[in-house]
């Protein structure tokens, strides 16, 4: 009869989750993981695989979280182009504990760039949720008349989501949260 597991899966890939964070692939080994998330070696494997199958599953949860929290701001009941510009701000107000953490999705691209398939499958996947939520609110912005007519939507959803990790990596480093806001502004402001 086989034990029961003694942990919370949730739990312990969250731990993951900071970890790979913080540390990136190469920068985290099995032995903080396995510290962090409080299971041994053998509960890793049964329940997760080997530590790339691990960070291939914290990557998927971070990213379906992290595109999911964007998305939502996105689709609040405002015109398109304040709830695009509140989303942008409240991603410059996160906490610094949060911001300072980094972004998994951003440390996978600099880690892996597209030299990893399952990596760049990933990324690739978060990346076009994404996109299809600002093509959708930009579109709703040009018809609403906040955006311009000369903006080129392609360009734009390019733009933002690269403003996006840049503000990701900028928090990343320190940047003050008036210096990401003022990002924010910028961008939003390109677009009228």
Do not use: W
């Amino acid at each position: 009869m086989a034990r029961p597991k003694e942990f919370d899966r949730d739990t312990a890939l969250q731990a993951a989750i900071e970890l790979f964070c913080e540390h990136g692939y190469e920068g985290t080994s099995t032995e903080q993981l396995l510290s962090a998330m409080k299971i041994s070696r053998q509960s890793m494997y049964d329940t997760f695989g080997d530590k790339r199958s691990l960070y291939l599953a914290a990557l998927d949860r971070y990213n379906t979280e992290s595109v999911s929290r964007l998305v939502a701001d996105l689709k609040r009941a405002a015109p398109p182009l304040k709830a695009l510009e509140e989303t942008l701000l409240a991603f410059a107000d996160r906490p610094e504990t949060a911001a300072g953490k980094g972004c998994l999705g951003v440390s996978a691209v600099c880690e892996f760039g597209r030299a990893d398939g399952e990596v760049a499958g990933l990324t690739d996947k978060a990346g076009r949720i994404l996109a299809s939520a600002l093509e959708s609110i930009l579109e709703a912005g040009r018809k609403s008349g906040d955006i311009g007519a000369d903006v080129d939507i392609a360009e734009a959803v390019q733009f933002l989501g690269s403003s996006l990790s840049g503000m990701k990596v900028s928090a990343r480093g320190g940047t003050p949260h008036e210096t990401l806001r003022g990002i924010a502004r910028m961008a939003i402001r390109s677009l009228r």
